[in-house]
T-cell receptor
Framework: GAVVSQHPSWVICKSGTSVKIECRSL??????MFWYRQFPKQSLMLMAT?????????EQGVEKDKFLINHASLTLSTLTVTSAHPEDSSFYIC???????????FGQGTRLTVV | GQNIDQPTEMTATEGAIVQINCTYQ??????LFWYQQHAGEAPTFLSY??LDGLEEKGRFSSFLSRSKGYSYLLLKELQMKDSASYLC??????????WGAGTKLIIKP
């Protein structure tokens, strides 16, 4: 199956700093990428959908100025958590699809801990 | 509204069979997915159904009834490594996945 690489796998940062998470599709062109957040013992919560070359579409309740998403190429999307706070600590997962594929391929996830 | 329902937790015995049910209600329908997620890891794809009926893939099978808005995942010959959460997700008319909360499956020896 297709491979989506997410980096870093885990990160610890100080409150008030920014963290960038990368999501790369290694062997296919990802026209659409999805960013999810998952709190312990809960399901995936869609944060935003990004299409290559256009602005991301954010879900209700997700602050677009806090969670900056860039999808500048067909193989790379980034999520930047700006001015992170302890309540932003969570598991962040990206997934990617291309036009002809119905299955969403997931990255490995990034565990963010803000101290 | 859009809604996915699946049991919160199930327990089964090693070597046995377990069926995890999922009912869905979404705006449009473009298929039903099942994913497996081990604690601390990203989900991994198990199955995709878009037509009614049973799809068999090794020890795992998935069933869909579109008229009933119902699916199940059947796991046979359970192994300890099958202990995980199983996520049901329906793809709506905008090709977005609507996720259930997941079913935590506990396998006992």
């Amino acid at each position: 199956g297709a491979v989506v690489s997410q980096h870093p796998s885990w990160v610890i940062c100080k409150s008030g700093t920014s963290v960038k998470i990368e999501c790369r599709s290694l062997d296919f062109q990802a026209t659409t990428m999805f960013w999810y957040r998952q709190f312990p013992k809960q399901s995936l919560m869609l944060m935003a959908t990004s299409n290559e070359g256009s602005k991301a579409t954010y879900e209700q309740g997700v602050e677009k100025d806090k969670f900056l998403i860039n999808h500048a190429s067909l193989t790379l999307s980034t999520l930047t958590v700006t001015s992170a706070h302890p309540e932003d600590s969570s598991f962040y997962i990206c997934s990617a699809t291309s036009g002809g594929v119905t299955e969403a391929f997931f990255g490995q996830g990034t565990r963010l801990t803000v101290v | 509204g859009q809604n996915i329902d699946q049991p919160t937790e199930m327990t089964a015995t090693e070597g046995a069979i377990v069926q995890i049910n999922c009912t869905y209600q979404t705006s449009g329908f473009n298929g039903l997915f099942w994913y497996q997620q081990h604690a601390g890891e990203a989900p991994t794809f198990l199955s995709y159904n878009v037509l009614d009926g049973l799809e068999e893939k090794g020890r795992f099978s998935s069933f869909l009834s579109r008229s009933k808005g119902y699916s199940y995942l059947l796991l046979k010959e359970l192994q300890m490594k099958d202990s995980a959460s199983y996520l049901c997700a329906s793809m709506d008319s905008n090709y977005q996945l609507i996720w259930g909360a997941g079913t935590k499956l506990i396998i006992k020896p």
